[in-house]
């Protein structure tokens, strides 16, 4: 078995062209480019037990010979693939079971009888072994593409995989073929764009998570993994908010950056880092930019569609929805050029290379010490919060929903550290008294929205929409008092 470390980008097929006749990757490959036709079939049983596994097995056509590869397992983070692979090749075009035996491959139990094609890839790939700053990289630049069935999906990306040296040297490279074409980084690997095509199916919403942590890990080690979760968290969902099929993505997208901003917080509190800290500055200013978007979507869905299904005859609210309608399409417009940005794909490039640097968090402590000062200045940060607090005082509550929010990111990034049950508990009580406050503030969102929109042909639908707000905010307020007074009797789940 071996592991194979990759960096995938997405690359449209005129700039393919020109980044190969480019002098600055003639200058770095040693040796003559040379090119293979690949033909790749992918199997799994019908019931897909190799992809619920997250296992691709197939059979690779080069030149004459045929090579089946098993790989599964591994992660990925800011566009580097880490796989386990069992690669052998076998005689002809049978998968040989004995041979993957052999060198170590396991498939899951009872899939081997039932296995058949499902998807294949065909692709021209022009490979040349380049020296990059000590690290020696294999870089692949494939055209073709992807087919099940009638369907087909394009191929066109490069690849870089580390034969030698340091993975950040990947990022290092990539930053700076960037700067001859733009890339995107790929998160998906042609593997799973195949499984689409046979599924006939769309990107799923991605809600996230993180990993088990331990205690005897160090406090580097466990941000390193807290930060590849959250990139993969938001880099999950950017194919489904490109496409704007569910507003969804753009929502949990928004959450894996605010968990972003949390542990890179955190981090710096740690021990100061100039580029953490401008990493930090930047996911600051793509939440913002998302933020704006997030508002209009959630004034449009909670507040103007139930208005409008109780009036659904009213011109006026029918006119306000149109230009909610429009204003939305511009702030959504405005997510997908930052996202398709050269600087949102040197972030993540940034990211990875950071990552695998030497400058990660530094702490002298263990890492249930770290985690305790950092949770209960979390809780002292809501409590403070708290007693600011006056009524009817906009800004304080959403200052305080802020501090519940960045300590139920906390815990929920540390739960495997602390007592499953108790944490549970904390964690429920924390999200409604964090779901209590996100009402307020989608209220006071939908006022301020409200009166960007106000005119006076349109000042008695505003002021029906105000109405319609103010309707429950009674109700609110004792479900706030219910809330905090449930928050206040809780005992740490973390000591």
Known sequence: MSIETELKLHISPEHLQRLKRHPFLRSLTSGRARTQKLTSIYYDTPDLALRRHAMALRLRN?????????????QVSAGLHQR?????????????FDVLKDCGGTLPHGARHRLRPVFITDFSRNIRLVEYKGAQIELCMDSGEIRAGHQSYPISEVELELKSGQPRQLFKLAMALLDIVPMRVEHTSKAEYGYRLFTVSKPSVMKGGFSPLHKGQSVSDAMRSLIADCL???????????????????????????RLRVVLTIALHSRPDVEL???REQVSELCVVLGRSREWDVFVIQTLQPISARFPEHEGLQEITRACERARKKQHAGVEDELGSVDFQRMLLRFGAWMHSE????????LKLFVSKSLKKRVKDVVNCRMALQTGDVDRLHRLRIACKKLRYCIEMFDSLFDREKSKTYLGVLADLQDVLG????HAVAHRLADTLDSKVRHEVIALIHEYLEQDVEELDAEFSSAWERFAKLKTCWE
């Open 62 to 74: 080069v030149g004459k010979q045929w090579i089946q590869t098993l790989k599964g397992g591994g």
């Open 84 to 96: 386990n692979e069992w690669e052998a090749p076998v005689p002809s075009e049978q998968l040989d």
């Open 232 to 258: 993969s968290h938001v880099q999950s969902n950017v194919p489904g908010v490109l496409l704007r099929s569910d507003a969804e993505y753009l929502h949990q997208m928004r959450v894996g950056l605010r």
């Open 277 to 279: 800290a401008s990493l």
């Open 359 to 366: 400058r990660l968090v530094v702490s002298p402590t263990s």
């Open 439 to 442: 009402r307020f503030n989608d």
